[in-house]
């Protein structure tokens, strides 16, 4: 029986599962009495409906997703669709050769993905024109699958542009729900046991899973990282969890080491992740201050109380004022050498100057940007291009999992979602093969 796997991610980037299903069949049946399960589940325990949900290239699930969950944008797997493209197109390239005793594959099939990878990727219409036509340069028969099955029905669930005008929390591929998968298995034992022998394993593993997330989030904010232990965190420190802070010690880096930044603020991470970015974490600290926060998503808040977004702005704890005593006069005799420019004496921090010395802001204020292409419901979009008469040419499958490919992340696991994102290209684009695959019809030699 198919069993269907309901996951989510925390603000801690860990997975949890929220939900699991024996189907009789793949309909779009099927998944709707589950998702319409899940909706009472979620209404019950007055849980929100997800910002996002990530989905392979199931047309009955994906359709059952649009009708039920209206006010979700659905994002299509990125792992599923660079490792479809790879197993599909390269028919139409030169096989692979042996160099040193390893197989590598052909450089103009990798230049073929790297193409891919960087339409897949574009941050702008503009881009993604200029990218498509360094892509429509390779064989047209490559091109066309590409073009016909991915880029044509489905880019604004695939393109970086139209995927980072939503909240996504940085979760583009569905490789969490396949570690979840893998630690399901390993907590059944056995494939031969009865829904009720399943149910009772389940129960330990859930049991498990909580405690896990419980003990991750007291050691998180026990012990909050040495670079993010700094004033200018300091009213997030305990109240956001450690993932956020270091994606935001990452924007503080992006900063000049002098001075305002120079460039207009055209970040998505506000969008996207729910996080300021490094122009709006500038206006928090120049002046002494420090991020706020109300500029935090509830997503990463540990606990989600809305009174915390009430409280007013910490007031800072700084070292007290030292007071210089009268001392020898000015001019006097024996007033001692200089001290040296090795000396210990530290020296005055950015928010202890006063602000007469503080370098001038830089006007920030927004020009007019690129229009936007907000989109209603993506899949309708999609479906409505297939009853246009669009050829759909895409075959499923793709190419074996090996060690280098996989991307897992788990409640069990230390490794970030955001590296399993990454992994989608980088496995893709990997030059070594371990061996020649040759596809027979109904199996994979």
Not at 21 to 47: G, T
Not at 303 to 317: D, G, H, K, N, W
Not at 352 to 375: F, G, H, M, R
Request: charged share 20%; aromatic share 8%.
């Amino acid at each position: 029986m198919p069993l269907l796997n309901i996951c989510a991610i925390t603000g801690g980037n860990k997975v949890v599962q929220v939900g699991v299903a024996f189907l009789s069949n793949e309909s779009e049946k099927s998944y709707k009495w589950v998702l319409s399960q899940l909706q009472e589940m979620m209404q019950l325990h007055q849980i929100q409906q997800p910002y996002s949900i990530i989905t392979d290239r199931e047309l009955a699930l994906i359709k059952a997703i649009d009708s039920l969950f209206l006010k979700s944008i659905h994002i299509l797997c990125r792992w599923h669709v660079n490792m479809n493209i790879l197993a599909k197109t390269k028919k139409y390239f030169p096989g692979p050769t042996k160099e040193d005793g390893v197989w590598k594959r052909h450089a103009g099939f990798n230049t073929f993905l790297q193409a891919c990878v960087n339409v897949f990727n574009s941050t702008t219409e503009r881009d993604y024109s200029e990218n498509l036509a360094e892509l429509k340069k390779f064989d047209h028969r490559a091109v066309n699958y590409v073009m016909n099955t991915w880029l044509t029905p489905w880019k604004e669930k695939l393109m970086r542009y139209w995927v980072d005008q939503h909240l996504h929390f940085s979760v583009l591929v569905t490789s969490s729900v396949e570690g979840c998968h893998g630690v399901i298995k390993s907590w059944l034992q056995q494939s031969t046991r009865d829904l009720n022998g399943v149910f009772d394993r389940l129960e330990l593993f859930w049991s498990a899973q909580q405690r896990g997330i419980t003990e991750a989030v007291a050691q998180d904010q026990l012990r909050p990282k040495h670079n993010v232990n700094l004033p200018r965190f300091a009213e997030l420190i305990g109240q956001i969890h450690g993932y956020a802070l270091q994606k935001l010690h990452f924007e503080v880096s992006k900063l000049p080491k002098h001075g305002a930044p120079t460039s207009i603020c055209n970040c998505t991470i506000q969008k996207s992740m729910g996080l300021p970015c490094y122009h709006t974490i500038w206006e928090r600290i120049k002046d002494g201050g420090s991020v706020r926060i109300q500029d935090i998503h509830l997503h990463w808040l540990y606990y989600r109380s809305p009174e915390i977004t009430q409280e007013p702005p910490l007031i800072q704890v700084l070292d007290p004022l030292v007071i210089r005593g009268k001392g020898r006069p000015k001019g006097a005799l024996g007033q001692g050498k200089k001290l040296p420019e090795s000396n210990t004496k530290r020296l005055p921090s950015a928010f202890e100057l006063p602000s007469s010395t503080a370098p001038p802001a830089v006007d920030l204020s927004p020009i007019p940007k690129e229009q936007l292409y907000i989109l209603q419901s993506t899949t309708q979009i999609a479906m409505a291009r297939f009853e246009q008469g669009h050829i759909d040419q895409y075959e499923p499958g793709t190419m074996r999992e090996r060690s280098y490919m996989r991307g897992i992340s788990s409640v069990h696991k230390d490794d970030y979602m955001e590296l399993s994102a990454n992994s989608a290209d980088s496995a893709m684009l990997n030059e070594t093969q371990e061996c020649i695959e040759v596809e027979v019809p109904g199996r994979l030699l």
